[in-house]
């Protein structure tokens, strides 16, 4: 069974940085696509990042791109997100993500395909200007 533990949230000052790790058992993160989305109270969990191990091709969403890094550690099977130049518009809950089944199509598809993924329990990240 899989789990995702994510960590590394908090409060923290506009224009600050963050790095929010994710540990994950029971899944090789170099298996498939690995994820992280954000969900803000009454929308839609939204995608942020992806990344395909294989070859470390990586995928941003519009908001945060050029300011944020996905990565992974296949030793320790963790993956991190790291966002500089924090905005009170990423205020969210940030959730690591793996797909439940074999993923074939590319990993910035699992932006519009959320349903297929499963998730941690979740971080926290509040921005105040």
């Known amino acids: 069974q899989v789990q995702l533990v994510e960590s590394g949230g908090g409060s923290v000052k506009a224009g600050g940085s963050l790095r929010l790790s994710c540990v994950v058992s029971?899944?090789?993160?170099?298996?498939?696509?690995m994820a992280w989305f954000r969900q803000v109270p009454g929308k839609e969990r939204e995608g942020v990042a992806t990344?395909?191990?294989?070859?470390?091709?990586?995928y941003y969403a519009d908001a945060v791109k050029y300011r944020s890094t996905i990565s992974l550690d296949k030793f320790k099977n963790m993956v991190y997100l790291e966002i500089d130049n924090l905005k009170p518009e990423d205020s969210a809950m940030y959730y690591c993500?793996?797909?439940?089944?074999?993923?074939?199509?590319?990993?910035?598809?699992?932006?519009?395909?959320?349903?297929?993924?499963?998730y941690g329990q979740g971080t926290q990240v509040t921005v105040v200007a």
């Open positions: 993500a793996a797909p439940r089944a074999s993923w074939t199509s590319r990993c910035s598809a699992l932006f519009r395909n959320p349903q297929v993924l499963t």
């Open positions: 029971g899944y090789t993160i170099t298996s498939n696509c």
């Open positions: 990344i395909y191990p294989a070859n470390g091709d990586t």
